[in-house]
């Protein structure tokens, strides 16, 4: 590089973790530096390979410590009113999360205390959980609606997550999950409800530009594969993408029909069969494994990671933060799960958090590796090595988060 080239902001002295595509593993940099102007980042790579005549209007010293792309949480639904700490009380006497799902408690209990909040109400009840992902460096989440369940309820919802973005340095993905349960004023009727969903929730969300994503349950509680379809069809004419709640308690065939529509993710997959992983394969899918609900309900088969590993599906993990199935805001408790229950090893934990995790929000072109023009969102760790990441268990080792630059 010729000559001056003013940047914000020099970070030396540096361990990189870049996750960048080309390099094997973690894409790991032993003597790094990072610049950045204008929120995006201009160089990442060995201090030795720095353009000559770079000027920095401040430069950082990190004494060798470990950076690594600002984390990702793929898969929340951290805006929502109430709690389920007495349904917890009862599966921990006996009853089961399905049991409790039909008899009107579980995400129904969540919807009545959601639909009775604003959106103001919303947004301070979610922001200690987004505070807590925060702290750990997440710089990108994902918030789904679906406690609302009518059209007013499902934009509160929304506008609510978009509302987090404005009060916290974090980005924001938001998607739409209307199709997440049968509310109570449709029992029996799940029918009925999707075309509601479609022609009375989707067109709002759509004009107001709220969604950034259709998300669905694909569940013997909540809807087929046939039903889903149907709100795939809806989203698929508003141009968005979709991705898919499939194979979390039984095996509906819901990655497959994911699949069919280029889903960016398929979520859970605990109960996924060889077909399902083929399907995702073929379609770029990435599948996100969400050990918190897996901890939480109890649940004894584990996603087929193997099968995922061996046919090159894009692995991610996420918390599944919810009051029902995973009250969990620790994205690095939810590595170490993905570890310990599910055997991913603890470069597919990171990667699952940072680049997989932008593949599965359909932004790896904007964050998620540690890349010249993406944003500069940086995660900066007082670790020895990457693993410990993945290795402690309620320890949080962040030194500094870096969003946008700054
Ligand atoms: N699967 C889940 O684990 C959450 N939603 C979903 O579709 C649970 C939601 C809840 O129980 O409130
Ligand atoms: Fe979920």
Known sequence: MQGHMQVDRLWTNCR????????????????????????????????????????????????????SPGLIDCHTHIVHGGDRAREFE??????????IARAGGGIRSTVAATRAADVETLVATALPRLD??????????????????????????LRAARGLAEARPVSVATSFLGAHAVPAEFEGDADGYIHTVVRDQMPTVVAEGLADAVDGFC???????????????????AGLPVKLHAEQLSNLGGARL???????????????????????????TVAVLLPGAFYFLRETQAPPVAA????????????????????????LMAMNMAATLFRLTVAECLIGVTRNAARALGRLDEIGT???????????????????????IGFNPLYKRVYRGA
Not at 48 to 55: F, I, N, V
Not at 267 to 277: A, C, K, N, R, S
Not at 309 to 323: E, F, K, S
Not at 377 to 384: G, V
């Open 132 to 157: 807590a992902l925060i702290a750990e460096g997440i710089t990108t989440v994902e918030v789904k609606s679906g406690y609302g369940l009518t059209p007013d309820t499902e934009i509160a919802m």
């Open 370 to 392: 540690l890349e010249p023009g993406k944003a500069c969102d940086l995660a900066i760790w007082d670790i020895e090595t990457p693993a410990e990441l993945v290795y402690r």
């Open 258 to 284: 994911a699949a069919r529509y280029g889903a960016l993710s398929a979520d859970h997959l605990e109960y996924l069969d060889e077909g399902g992983v083929a399907a995702m394969a073929e379609a770029g």
């Open 308 to 331: 995922l590993r061996l046919a090159g599906v894009p692995i991610a993990v996420a918390t599944d933060c919810n009051p029902g199935s995973s009250p969990l805001t620790s994205l």
């Open 90 to 99: 009862l599966r921990l006497a006996g009853a089961s999360y399905e049991e």
């Open 16 to 67: 990189l973790m870049t996750m960048a595509d080309q390099h094997p593993g973690l894409g790991e940099i032993d003597a790094g530096a990072i610049a950045a102007k204008d929120g995006r980042i201009v160089f990442a790579g060995a201090a030795s390979d720095l353009p000559a005549g770079l000027a920095p209007r401040e430069t950082i010293d990190l004494d060798g410590r470990w950076v």
């Open 219 to 237: 569940e013997g509680i909540a809807f087929s594969p046939d039903q889903m379809a149907l709100v795939f069809d809806a989203a698929v004419k």
